[in-house]
């Protein structure tokens, strides 16, 4: 009987033991989990109407800096790019080191990077490659066709290829609003074309060679973005921060290739050397970084929008860009000047249609 008693109180006592033991891990689970909660261990949207605006902050951007380079005086848009890829790595890497790194679990940018898949790290690469191509000859194009003709059609053209792709991969939100905020889109790239065959007959229009430039920018641009959201939604995934960082790395690379071999046989003018980036006035240099903080902090504010609401969402969104440079275009660079009033007609017609784009993609998440 004594026996009994011993071993059921040794019993007894080895399960509190071991009950305490338990509660304790529980706690101290517990208290990590508490400490660096997901989700605020980077800045991200907590509502739809915060990550709108995100979005809308991102078309801004990406509407605006290529005001930087109109800007520029005596210098080549070749040199130029060179600024403005160093640009866009020095503000994609300050604000994942700022933004996404206010805590230290696993999504603050450091500790993302090193357990994220090499085949996500990858594929933002090839991504922030394939941008840099399309960014380049859009560059170009600006340069021969001017704002208000070349972002809406080169943008417009990455518009409905990167949506289609983007909500292949990641099939979030309404099909039929948003694919219809992708057709008005179209219809405003096609009612741009129109003005500007206005401008054509009117003696003052771009080269065909400029609008081929266009299109082949706007396919190609609307190829990165689909490289994005497979980075951030398949296996160990990158976070908004990372995946910039490396895309804008990706992009600076990639003018050892790109703009080396644009240097050598350019698409405007004569071909440059790498000295005229060394003697450029400091203006221009400035400009450069300029316009690519102003469109790295439109990238990340809309990679971040999209994984509150869905990848194509936020890019849709954020490609109404065009809407913003065309007015750029007009009222500040006066490149309509002196149109007739069919070239005005078919102005206001594309911003009606890319409001209306704005309004369904935005209706699309529901």
Not at 88 to 101: D, E, H, R
Not at 200 to 229: D, N, Q, Y
């Amino acid at each position: 009987m004594q026996r009994r008693v011993d071993v059921s109180t040794r019993a007894g006592r080895l399960n509190i033991v071991s009950g305490w033991q338990t509660h304790l891990w529980l706690y101290r689970k517990k208290s990590t989990v508490t400490r660096f909660p997901r989700g605020e261990c980077m800045f991200t949207p907590q509502s739809l109407t915060i990550a709108l605006l995100m979005m809308i902050t991102s078309a801004i951007c990406w509407g605006s800096w290529a005001n930087t380079y109109k800007g520029v005086k005596n210098y080549r848009f070749e040199l130029f790019y060179w600024d403005y890829a160093i640009g866009i790595f020095l503000i994609s890497l300050v604000l994942a080191l700022t933004m996404g790194s206010t805590g230290h679990d696993s999504s603050s940018f450091l500790n993302n990077v090193r357990a994220a898949d090499p085949s996500n790290i990858a594929s933002t690469l090839i991504g922030g490659a394939i941008f840099n191509l399309a960014n380049l000859l859009l560059v170009a194009a600006i340069d021969m066709a001017g704002l208000a003709v070349a972002f809406p059609v080169s943008i417009g053209i990455a518009l409905v290829v990167g949506v289609v792709l983007n909500y292949a991969l990641q099939p979030k939100g309404s099909a039929l609003l948003l694919m219809s905020g992708v057709a008005c889109a179209l219809i405003a790239v096609i009612l741009d074309g129109k003005a500007y065959g206005s401008l054509s007959r009117a003696g003052r229009g771009a080269s065909r060679k400029s609008i081929i430039l266009c299109v082949v920018s706007g396919t190609l641009m609307g190829l990165w973005s689909p490289f994005m959201t497979y980075a951030m939604t398949r296996g160990h995934s990158l976070t908004p921060y990372s995946a910039a960082t490396f895309l804008t790395l990706g992009a600076l690379l990639s003018c050892f290739i790109w703009n080396v071999y644009f240097m050598k046989k350019p698409l405007v003018g004569e071909p440059v050397s790498f000295g005229g980036f060394f003697t450029g006035l400091p203006s221009g240099h400035l400009l450069g970084l300029l316009g690519g903080c102003i469109w790295g902090v439109g990238t990340v504010f809309n990679l971040v929008a999209g994984q509150r609401t869905a990848f194509a969402i936020s890019y849709a969104i954020g490609q109404s860009a065009p809407m913003v440079a065309a007015l750029w275009g007009v009222l500040a660079w006066k490149e309509f000047a002196g149109s007739g009033s069919r070239a005005k007609v078919y102005l206001a017609l594309m911003f009606v249609f890319y409001a209306f784009a704005i309004l369904l993609v935005a209706r699309a998440n529901g």
